[in-house]
């Protein structure tokens, strides 16, 4: 039985929404059930460690730091690292410079797994890089993320947008959705639901504000909507608009939305600006169906994305 370490501890919690501690929990489960051990120890015998972050933080779980795993690999030279990329810079309000310990993780391991193409291309060609990589995007829980039939969709006319971010982050979108707060005051045939924490710096009057949420509750939420919007700027994978196709919305995303583009463009449609946002927005509801019926389910769920790290672990440890 081969044993996989996993640099992030998992905060088993039904309150955790984390992105990273879901792909780890999900991870372990399918793993296991491939019959691999799964620790979060640097113990004897570990055949593959998986850092998640390079950083060594005990408030966000990570016990180790990547100094911690080479100094194993010293001593271990057997053990193979692979390297999960889910961060850059220009995703910040306020650069938090990151870039450089994430590169430098980058040049001391196996092989590199970047959460979009849109990402490995951003680090390949900003820094040069020559290494072993590819590219896996996230999936979400299908069992809780999924379709309602028979949803009546457009009551009364009116065209339900949606989004959700836990981050209140300028850049998660809100050039874009302080522009519709004020649109909505003579616009009476769009309404706009925003899940999560609000950016600080402005007040919305318009917008439906609801309170952060997870699991079957956010699901239920999306599922009421007609349109997903995400305009999150710089996004390495997101969860949120896998999530809102999952749960059979068509998505609006930014142009600049980082690896949005990757998961979104069958079943929704890239726009500029506010302007552009509106006229693609009545693209979508004059061809809703068309849309609808290119969501590929099987490709958004984490099985398929388990699968693929499967693939790419067995290969590295033959």
Known sequence: MKKIFISLKPNRSTNSNGGGNFFVLNFEKFFKSNNFKITYELEDNIDLILVIDPRKNKNFNKDYSFEDILNYKKKNSNVKIIYRVNEN???????????EL???????????VFVSEWLKNYYIE?????????????GCDNNIFYSKKNK????????????HHHSNNYLKGFHIY?????LLNNNKNIEFTFVGNYHPDYKPKNIKLLPSCHGSNLADLIRDHDIYLTATQYEPGAMHYVEGLSCGLPVLYCKNGGGAHEVCKKSGEEYNDLNSMINKMELIKKNYNNYINLIDYEYLGHKRCCEEYLKL???ILK
């Open 89 to 99: 810079d220009i995703k910040r309000e306020k650069s938090i410079h990151i870039e």
């Open 102 to 112: 994430l590169v430098d993780t980058m040049k001391k391991v196996d092989h590199v």
């Open 126 to 138: 900003k820094y040069k890089l020559n290494i072993k990589c590819n590219s896996i995007i996230n």
């Open 152 to 163: 009546q969709k457009f009551i009364n006319n009116k065209i339900k947008l949606i989004t």
């Open 178 to 182: 302080n522009q519709i707060d004020k």
């Open 313 to 315: 672990i067995s290969k």
